[in-house]
């Protein structure tokens, strides 16, 4: 073509090399699933996680979590919606697509220097707090700390005193007697039936130090833990689950989250004010204190305005003691912390 011919060009005649990856657009639009069934995640191995289809602890199937996930965290306790095959047949495999929203969450960190927050199960109602009364001795810093992950969470706190033919609980439940938690005592030489009929029918976490009889309770109230806990593994092919949580299905119906043997309990993602709202009659009084307290009372916070509400008759003075126990364990200032 001729220079002079260039003139007669307009923009109709351009043309336009396409790019490599095509010249349509991406779309960000998802498959919305809607034949995705429901499960629960009871088990969590490398990567797999063993679902109980419809709730049913008899219809495992293991699951991947799909690529439009990205890195959602998926954790024992987590209702999902899974598509592919769901068969649950040997060397099969289905895929998580969805996530419910969660109505409570335990988390921990590993100490409280770590910013990193880690959900150890999802949706569960309780958190039985597994406490020795002796061999080995209770330590109230660790029963403080799980009652502060418990509160934040969303979960209701249950203090469940082992081994009382070794010891007595009077000095551990005086402790505790302003916080109105439910305690439950437990023998070796007795049924806990107790806690059984406190667990049936909801679904519990339970967590505690190795050595206080955590073990021992889960066996008697699920008496083929044993064989459950095999099944979760062998379907998810991983190694033995004490060194993660596990569910594991009551004998008439709900379920106990068994948790592995905890040595710290970093609480760096809960604020005093998550403690606070646990304490309702705290809650309106706490919005008056100046900015940046801590609540902890004089001399730390000397105009905190929770001192006024015991001198007025709103809170008792053993309540106000409880609560700030559990923030100076949450602070770690004292040898509440553990």
């Known amino acids: 073509m001729s220079p002079r011919d260039w003139r007669r060009l307009d923009e109709s005649d351009v043309r336009v090399r396409p790019g490599r990856r095509g010249t349509r657009p991406r779309s960000k639009r998802r498959p919305e699933h809607e034949d995705a069934r429901a499960a629960m995640v009871v088990g969590v191995d490398r990567g797999r996680w ?20 990205g890195r959602t965290p998926v954790v024992v306790g987590d209702r999902v919606g899974l598509v592919g095959d769901t068969s649950g047949a040997p060397d099969t495999l289905a895929r998580i697509v969805r996530v419910a929203e969660r109505s409570s969450v335990l988390r921990r960190t590993a ?10 199960v999802a949706n569960a109602e309780q958190l039985v707090i597994v406490t020795a009364l002796a061999d080995p001795p209770p330590r109230t810093g660790f029963i403080d700390r799980c009652l502060v992950a418990a ?18 609980p009077d000095e551990v439940l005086a402790t505790y007697a302003d ?18 009929a406190r667990l049936t029918g909801r679904v519990s976490a339970l967590v505690g130090h190795s050595g206080v009889g955590k073990s021992t309770l889960v ?9 459950a806990i095999g099944e979760v593994s062998a379907v998810g092919k991983g190694r033995h689950t004490s060194t993660t949580a596990v ?3 009551l004998p008439e119906s709900g379920w106990v989250v068994d948790t592995p043997g905890i040595r710290s309990f970093g609480l760096a993602h809960v604020t005093p004010d998550d403690i606070v709202a646990a304490f309702p009659e705290m809650v309106e009084a706490a919005e008056e204190c100046p900015s940046g307290c801590g609540h902890l009372g004089p001399p730390d916070d000397p105009d905190c305005a929770l001192d006024g509400l015991v001198a007025e008759g709103v809170a008792g003075a053993g309540r106000l003691a409880s ?3 559990l923030l ?11």
């Open 50 to 69: 063993t679902c109980a289809l419809d709730g049913d602890p008899d219809r495992l199937v293991v699951a991947m979590r799909a690529r439009e996930l």
């Open 111 to 120: 100490d409280d220097a770590d910013p990193y927050e880690r959900v150890v």
């Open 151 to 168: 509160y934040a969470g969303g979960l209701e706190p249950v203090l469940c005193l082992t081994k009382a033919d070794l010891a007595g």
């Open 179 to 196: 916080l109105d938690l439910p305690v439950v005592v437990t023998r070796i030489d007795a049924e806990p039936d107790e806690l059984r």
């Open 219 to 227: 066996n008697r109230i699920v008496p083929e833990a044993g064989r």
């Open 247 to 249: 569910a594991l299905p």
């Open 323 to 325: 609560l700030r126990r």
């Open 328 to 338: 100076v364990s949450r602070a770690r200032l004292d040898e509440y912390a553990d």
